[in-house]
């Protein structure tokens, strides 16, 4: 029997999934931030970003659209997270996601990054993991 809850918010709609409750939401939305304490009760024990920006194409732009997005997925993980909890985000290699780690790390008590088995090699997608959420700094 499943002891948490699980809250998926996505700009594009999604499929009814047995045990998520799902809100369409632009995270630059004036009000997401609002909306997500709302839906989730405000303490939350894990933060996982899978976002992406649609490709233009463009390596560096791509790389900063998705630090962006990164970057306001921790703003959520900063303000929602409960004590040690989990930050998951996908990042695109670049040059930037480095500052994103330094940041992690005032937070948290482990950063690291990682690359699925599922990602392709050649590809510059990774994900950045960080545990043991100490509280904003």
């Known amino acids: 029997m ?19 409750t799902f809100a ?7 009000n997401a931030l609002e909306h997500i ?21 463009h390596t560096k732009t791509d790389h900063i659209r998705i630090i962006g997005l990164c970057e306001i997925a921790f703003e959520l993980a900063r303000l929602t997270l409960c004590q040690n909890g989990t930050f998951l ?16 790390k005032l937070c948290f008590g482990k950063v690291r990054t990682l ?13 950045v993991l960080a545990t043991g959420f100490r509280g904003k700094p």
Not at 2 to 20: Q, R, S, W
Not at 37 to 57: H, R, Y
Not at 92 to 104: D, V
């Open 2 to 20: 499943p002891c948490g809850k699980v809250f998926a918010f996505d700009i594009n709609p999604m499929e009814d999934l047995e045990g998520v």
């Open 37 to 57: 304490l709302q839906t989730t009760g405000g303490k939350i024990d894990v933060v996982l970003s899978d976002m992406a920006a649609p490709s233009t194409g």
């Open 24 to 30: 369409k939401l632009d995270l630059h939305a004036d």
């Open 115 to 127: 690359k699925p088995p599922a990602s392709r090699k050649d590809s510059a997608e990774k994900y």
């Open 89 to 104: 985000c996908k990042v695109l290699a670049g040059g930037a996601e480095g500052q994103l780690q330094k940041e992690l």
